[in-house]
């Protein structure tokens, strides 16, 4: 996998660039994973309604192709593109969904945070007043809303597939500018809360955390080093 740091950039470009690598990309082309800063920017899933954002200001609100509704970019959050060719890897798109999160959990265990899956609602949680507890939620009634008491968003993830090749991905919240979030209806549900390492008593500095999360990305989503041909002894 070869992984790619942009730096700080808009966020146009970036989705267009990926959408067309992956057009344009081979059968035997290596897998490649983006790894940026957004300036402030609300972005829309391919079928969010636009009514999840209530206040935009001067916050531009772009299009998407990936899935889910809206959320929001901005510096001092770690955004990961992983561009994987999932047919090549034989992963079904639930899985590597699971892989993605799987990753930001691991990540933020590093730094002594419990990420949380909530069944139903892609991306990881956090408790906000208990960040290290690690212990299972509440089992969830099977097609009850997803749960979200007593805990915060980190991590949103909004994936797209295409001929069996993914683009977008996932976004880490290290030390941002929070406030744009009270603007929205985070991922179309109304109230969510949402955080970051920083607020909720981790100061990691961003490029620590992009460090270990490309590690964990690299882990979760590279296929394992075929063993050599065994050749019997003559």
Request: proline content about 10%; glycine content about 10%; charged content about 10%.
């Amino acid at each position: 996998m070869i992984v790619r740091h942009l730096g700080l950039v808009d966020y146009p470009p970036i989705a267009a660039a990926m959408q067309q690598w992956t057009a344009a990309r081979t059968a035997t082309q290596c897998d490649e994973l983006w790894v940026c800063q957004h300036r402030p920017v609300f972005t829309l899933g391919i079928a969010a309604d636009a009514g999840h954002v209530l206040d935009a200001g001067a916050i531009p609100v772009v299009a998407s192709t990936r899935g889910g509704q809206v959320t929001y970019h901005g510096p001092g959050q770690i955004v990961a593109y992983p561009l994987i060719d999932l047919k090549r890897q034989g992963l079904f798109v639930k899985e590597y969904v699971a892989r993605l999160e799987a990753a930001v959990i691991g990540t933020l265990q590093a730094f002594g945070i419990a990420g949380h899956r909530v069944a139903g609602a892609p991306g990881v949680y956090v408790r906000p007043q208990a960040p290290g507890d690690a212990s299972p939620l509440p089992a969830q009634a099977a097609g009850m809303p997803p749960a979200f008491h007593g805990l915060a968003k980190i991590a949103a993830l909004g994936v797209k597939i295409s001929q069996g090749r993914s683009y977008h991905g996932l976004a880490l919240n290290v030390a941002m500018d929070l406030s744009p979030y009270l603007r929205i209806n985070p991922c179309g549900y109304q109230a969510l809360a949402t955080t970051d390492m920083h607020t909720i008593g981790v100061p990691a500095h961003p490029q620590r955390v992009s460090a270990t999360l490309v590690a964990q990305l690299r882990q979760q989503l590279q296929p394992p080093a075929k063993a050599p041909p065994h050749t019997p002894p003559s």
